[in-house]
Structures are given as C-alpha cells and as structure tokens.
C-alpha cells in the first residue's frame, strides 16, 4: 500500500542539527515532487521546503534559508531533510508531502528544540 513515514525527529538543543528522512513506497516516488510542511504548537501548517521530482528544482521558505537543505534520492525512494543551526522556533510537527494526484502524506515526525 502506500506510504509515506518520516523518521528522525527528535530533542535536540539550540544550535544543533537534525535530519529528516521520508520514504515512500507503493507509488511512483520519483515522479512526485516532495514538499517538507511542518505545524508548530497553536499555529497553521506551513511550507518549509520544496524539491522537484528531478531534484533540479528547490524551494525554501524564508525561516530556514541557509539553515535547512533539502534532497532526494531517487534509488531510495527518500527524501531528506537536513536542520542546523536550530532553533527553539523550529519545534514542530514535520511532514512529508508528495505533491500529485493524489497528494499524498506522512504522519508526521516531532521535533523539539530547547534552549
């Protein structure tokens, strides 16, 4: 069936880096661009990052340009996400999306930074 899971959340402190993994199955990942969401305590859900289905394409939201990097492997079927610099603002909620028809998410992975 399929599935999209994120893994590599976790508590981490200010300054430090964390990365984020998103593995696909049972759809044709490599045809789906893949956008990184993430909804922080009592806020909407906001676009963090964006990667085309090539990987030849990408997009920050201002909040994390220079911070975060976004990549795909393709041969994996996974998609990364790579935090430094964090800060306690970036505590959230994080998501995979494959953006197609269908769209397609993940459940979701906690990160926490303290100070």
């Known amino acids: 069936q399929v599935q999209l899971v994120e893994s590599g959340g976790g508590l981490v402190h200010s300054g430090g880096s964390l990365r984020l993994s998103c593995a696909a199955s049972?759809?044709?990942?490599?045809?789906?661009?893949v956008r990184w969401h993430r909804q922080r305590p009592g806020k909407e859900r906001e676009l963090v990052a964006t990667?085309?289905?090539?990987?030849?394409?990408?997009y920050y939201a201002d909040f994390v340009k220079g911070r975060f990097t976004i990549s795909r492997d393709n041969a994996k079927n996974t998609v990364y996400l790579h935090m430094s610099s964090l800060k306690p603002d970036d505590t959230a909620v994080y998501y995979c999306?494959?953006?197609?028809?269908?769209?397609?998410w993940g459940q979701g992975t906690q990160v926490t930074v303290s100070l």
């Open positions: 999306n494959a953006k197609g028809e269908p769209d397609y």
């Open positions: 049972g759809f044709t990942f490599n045809n789906y661009a």
């Open positions: 990667i085309s289905a090539s990987g030849t394409y990408i």
